[in-house]
């Protein structure tokens, strides 16, 4: 598949929206945790909390860069990755972030040399070899990285919200125009229990405001656990009372 956006047009789906924001988020995290902790700025990398310090700027800084690298999308669909002109980063942030994308190409997802080897060495013969160390992010450079995070998180819920609120209008124009095609696709109980009661027409006239419910349901879904299992089970209850009315 061609490197480009989804599209070629910076729209994605509803889905692949939520992929890209489970990374950011998970970023976020990380960002958050390390400046918690405040270690200090110089830390035995062979400690314990030197390791911990290792894992989780090693965490952060692939989990920042994982959706603006080409992951592979379904089948029959464009490869997708976020490009930079979609949120609006100041000049020192367009550096720093290029920074950061090169840290994780030349020292955490691969091992290039240049991240290792001193320049003007000799590692042609057999003695004792120097290798230069990877230097975590400073405190600075964290703080500036989670701000930038939260751009790329605002903007992807921003696309997200719109493209629900569409999908939504939709379902309302397919309901008001009679077209039960998309709501008898979309759940399998549909084939299976027909079209429901005799007097089901009578009642459509509900169904916007079920589809505004469902979509509540969606939104709660990524709160607290309890209230998300609760979300879960009430719109499969609902999409089973649509399925035998549509």
């Known amino acids: 598949m061609k490197d480009v956006s989804q599209g070629q047009n910076n729209n994605f789906r509803l889905s692949r929206l939520n992929l890209f924001l489970f990374d950011p988020r998970q970023a976020r995290r990380f960002a958050q945790y390390i400046l918690k902790r405040k270690w200090p700025k110089v830390l035995d990398p062979q400690s314990r909390l030197g390791l911990v310090r290792e894992a989780f700027n090693t965490s952060l800084i692939v989990s920042y860069c994982r959706p603006l690298h080409r992951s592979k999308d379904r089948a ?8 930079l002109d979609l949120v609006e980063l ?49 405190e600075v450079e964290i703080r500036m990285l ?5 751009k790329w998180i605002t903007h992807l819920e921003e696309q997200r919200s ?3 609120k569409s999908s939504l209008v939709q379902n309302h124009q397919a309901v008001a125009t009679g077209s039960n095609t998309q709501l008898e696709c979309s759940h399998p ?4 229990r027909g079209s429901g009661p005799k007097d ?8 916007p405001e079920w589809l505004d419910f469902l979509n509540w349901c969606d939104v709660v879904q990524t709160s607290s656990t309890t209230t998300s299992l609760w979300a879960l089970k009430l719109r499969r209850f609902m999409l089973n009372y649509i399925v035998l009315i549509a």
């Open 189 to 192: 109980v549909a084939t299976a």
């Open 146 to 150: 989670a701000a930038m995070i939260g």
């Open 162 to 164: 719109v493209l629900k």
């Open 200 to 207: 089901s027409r009578t009642r459509r006239h509900w169904l």
């Open 76 to 83: 029959g669909l464009w490869d997708a990755r976020l490009k």
């Open 90 to 138: 100041s000049s020192a942030e367009r550096s720093f972030h290029q920074k950061v994308l090169d840290k994780r190409d030349q020292a955490y997802a691969h091992s290039d040399a240049i991240t290792r080897e001193i320049a003007g060495w000799d590692y042609s013969g057999s003695t004792i070899q120097f290798y230069k160390g990877i230097n975590p992010l400073m």
